[in-house]
């Protein structure tokens, strides 16, 4: 029998970015807010600090700061004709474990997405006709546009102090930033990152091939930086440990950094480590939540927090699962195509790219970080004409050094064996002189692509786990290899000594290799509830109390990485809560 | 180099059971003892283990001085901590299968679903060996340690490409399984017992810690930065 807990306005389930926004904006706003967090606490002072923060073993290979699959994981088959298994240990996408989330050992790229991104169905029917789009893509637009999303963009970008430098200010282009991407109200807070000497090379290639190279966005600190809240963040070191670590700089943007410590002084705001959020109490007749059940992982014991609203601020795939296990929501068939949660889950090409080897250039790749790279968008969204192309979407490329940690940079050139005598000599050869360009695609809507729940296997609180059936389609293939081709153009232009076979795969998907934790999907926001679990608020249609935070609500995912929107968005939908919502509680649309 | 091989012998010829059958000609020639290494091992020789036993040991130590080894780039893997390394990694939380999802039921899957054995790394590297050295004695008449070095190279190259035919074991999953774990005890920080004095830092150029570059990036541009290499316990 649950303990019941006394009332709080509002509970957020889950302490990374969006729980930690949410629960700022909303005890700003004068409401008592719990965080629940499955996880444990931390402070950069003292899990992330010097010496042992540098340590490859732990953080990138035993994965210290990733969730734990014995608690939870889900279970994954390429198509539905096969049996799921389960995911047994982490590896395609790796969400966080702690308070501060994945936002702990994130790489730190910090992305807007394109105009077009946002009208995604919209404007591909306006630029080429509905013909184009495949009867099995399922993409759809966004629940607010470009334009509406932009001043949230513009008050995250200043809450992690982003570098980088805008291609467009209110309109004006300006050559050396990104040109495709959508209008700024403001510059970046930070100038961008030093380039590493690989980004500077892509940059004069690819401007001389007539591209136009910008300096990668990124929530590192290019020097010390007051953010919104008044807390300040150091300057990047150029360590090279940024993806799967934590920051002893305090330069990469995160929860822990850039919030955390207000809340903790905060007396309306109480944090609850360990603790499982396992359903939602769901009153369907009157279309509301009125708390959580949750379990303290330390004793096992299970308490009711009763609330007047639920926040759900888990990674994707936990908040998910928590509608699943409630109730709430109609789960998505993919034979007959109704029903909305579990559908549209996508993800992100990754594992491609050109490696290029260089006799005479000296890179240092330990030295560099995400951002000390140069980014290329010309053929990325539809910043390129897809007429007669067969495909849609594209990549992102980037070209610098973040990471040169040995066990696992050893780059060598194509057909070197993988281990002896020769694959000594090839690796202290080349470890200084190789450079990559990374491509990353997006990842549209397939009708197959989707998540429900398991018919066999359990996580440790005994509910079903998650589900995924997901694969690759013609399209993502042609994406490959459209964009894998320019790279390989400007990594010619580039002039290696030699260079291997561009990276792409025409198999299944993998979930073993590492690719990126960019997963989306699920809990899609739309304009109406047959096409959407969510509104344009992030407000539930089926729960008017109840507010889904994060990439879930991503109808498909473009080539970039997804923290900005994310973050945009849940300064938005706190918005939405504090100006309308509490005036008037009930659906806001 | 060649002096820190005999303890472990002794230790062998000492273990009992998996070592009375040894002669010393039987006892492996080590790859490492035949060339000249580049510079002596920093440490002391095996220094007692908390779960490998003695045939597990020498496999390892065979194995990872054929993927590593001994040459004017690095002493051999051994020499070089490995095998106290995989040692201490298997004895510890991760060999005993922590942050992996252990219920059942157990099906075979495809290869995108990645690993479903129900074995712990600890036991996935116990049945693995004991599969190779079935299959070596198929093959060759003799357990994989006690296999010339070019032999063992062949051995491990049928592994690699799925050729050997393990009993009931999946010998390229367990070839790729060695394989990383070997390269993380040469490459990992010798905190963990590997990578002793650097060697696998020193072999690549890599510095190590406290890797805070933000002036050295622009003074080292093109220009290769050469230090000496420091670890963890440097700092601590």
């Known amino acids: 029998m649950a303990t019941r807990l006394k009332e709080v306005d509002a509970v957020m389930v889950g302490m990374g970015w969006t729980g930690s926004i949410m629960a700022r904006e909303l005890t700003k706003a004068g409401l008592t807010v719990i965080g629940l967090e499955r996880g444990e606490d931390m402070t950069p002072g003292e899990n992330f600090a010097l010496p042992n923060i540098r340590d490859e073993l732990k953080y990138t290979h035993r994965l210290e700061l990733v969730q734990d699959p014995a608690l939870e994981t889900l279970t994954f088959r390429n198509r539905g004709s096969e049996t799921a298994l389960p995911m047994r240990r982490m590896g395609s996408f790796l969400p966080g474990n702690s308070v501060g989330g994945a936002a702990n050992h994130w790489g730190g790229l910090h992305w807007r997405y394109l105009p077009s991104d946002h009208l995604c169905r919209s404007h591909i029917v306006n630029r080429y006709g509905a013909k184009v789009i495949p009867e099995d893509m399922t993409i759809q637009d966004w629940a607010m546009t470009y334009d509406e999303l932009e001043p949230y963009y513009d008050k995250f970008d200043k809450l992690c102090g982003v570098s980088g430098k805008a291609g467009n200010l209110r309109g004006q282009k300006i050559p050396g930033g990104n040109i495709f991407e959508g209008p700024r109200s403001n510059e970046y807070p930070n100038p961008p990152l030093k380039m590493t000497e690989s980004a500077l090379m892509f940059e004069k290639a690819a401007k001389e091939l007539g591209y136009n190279p910008f300096p990668q966005p990124i929530s590192n600190s290019s020097r010390p930086y007051t953010n919104i809240e008044g807390l300040t963040l150091g300057a990047c070191q150029y360590c090279g440990h940024c993806d799967k670590s934590g920051c002893e700089a305090n330069a990469k943007a995160g929860p822990l950094v850039c919030i955390m410590p207000l809340l903790r002084a905060e007396p309306k705001f109480t944090l609850r480590t360990r603790s499982w959020v396992s359903r939602l109490i769901y009153d369907k007749a009157a279309k509301k939540v009125t708390g959580v059940l949750y379990t303290d992982t330390r004793t096992g014991e299970e308490y009711e927090q009763p609330a007047g609203m639920v926040v759900l601020s888990a990674y994707v795939f936990g908040n998910i699962s928590l509608l699943f296990h409630s109730g709430i929501g109609e789960p998505y068939d993919p034979v007959t195509g109704k029903g909305v949660l579990g559908k549209n889950y996508c993800y992100q090409l990754s594992r491609m790219g050109v490696t290029m080897f260089f006799e005479g250039k000296e890179f240092n790749p330990f030295m560099g970080a995400p951002g000390a790279a140069m980014a290329l968008d010309d053929v990325d969204g539809d910043n390129f004409d897809h007429s007669g192309l067969g495909f849609l979407g594209g990549s992102r490329f980037a070209c610098g050094h973040a990471d040169g940690r040995p066990i696992g940079y050893r780059p060598v050139p194509s057909g070197t064996p993988r281990w002896g005598a020769q694959w000594k000599k090839a690796t202290a050869k080349w470890y200084h002189h190789a450079a990559n360009i990374a491509v990353s695609g997006s990842n549209y809507a397939n009708r197959n692509n989707y998540i429900d729940l398991d018919p066999t296997y359990k996580d440790q609180l005994g509910r079903p786990l998650l589900r995924l059936t997901y694969n690759f389609v013609e399209n993502d293939y042609k994406v490959m290899e459209y964009t894998i081709d320019v790279a390989a153009k400007i990594a010619r232009a580039m002039n290696p000594t030699s260079i291997s076979p561009p990276r792409m795969r025409r198999g299944d998907y993998d979930i073993v290799p590492y690719q990126s934790t960019h997963n989306t999907g699920g809990t899609i926001m739309g304009g109406d509830p047959k096409g959407s679990v969510v509104n344009r608020y992030l407000q539930a249609w089926d729960a008017h109390n109840l507010f889904v935070m994060g990439a879930s609500t991503f109808p498909q995912q473009p080539a970039y990485n997804p923290t900005g929107p994310v973050g945009a968005l849940a300064y938005w939908a706190a918005e939405a809560i504090i100006t309308k919502y509490l005036k008037s509680p009930g659906p806001l649309v | ?236």
């Open chain 2, 1 to 236: 180099m060649a002096n820190d091989e005999i303890p472990r012998r002794h230790f062998l010829v000492g273990a009992g059971a998996a070592a009375a059958a040894l002669t010393p000609t039987a006892v492996p020639a080590p790859a490492e003892a035949q060339q000249k290494p580049a510079a002596p091992a920093a440490a002391s020789g095996p220094e007692g283990y908390l779960t490998l036993t003695a045939p597990e040991a020498a496999f390892f130590s065979a194995a990872a001085d054929t993927f590593i080894p001994a040459d004017e780039l690095s002493p051999s893997a051994t020499d070089c901590g490995v095998v106290t390394f995989v040692d201490r990694q298997l004895a510890g939380a991760w060999g005993g299968g922590a942050k992996m999802y252990r219920q059942g039921p157990f099906a075979k899957g495809t290869p995108t679903q990645g690993y479903q054995l129900p074995l712990t790394p600890r036991e996935f590297f116990a049945a693995g060996i004991v599969a190779t050295n079935a299959w070596a004695r198929k093959t060759y008449g003799k357990d994989f340690d006690r296999l010339t070095p070019k032999e063992r190279e062949t051995a491990l190259k049928e592994l690699e490409s799925g050729k050997a035919a393990l009993a009931d074991f999946n010998g390229k999953q367990f070839f790729e399984a060695l394989l990383t774990i070997t390269m993380e005890g040469f490459f990992a920080d010798p905190i963990y017992g590997g990578n002793r004095n650097k060697a696998g830092w020193r072999m690549v150029g890599y510095p190590g810690l406290p890797a805070v570059y933000s002036t050295l990036l622009d003074d080292y541009r093109n220009k290769r930065y050469v230090v000496e290499p420091q670890s963890i316990a440097d700092f601590s």
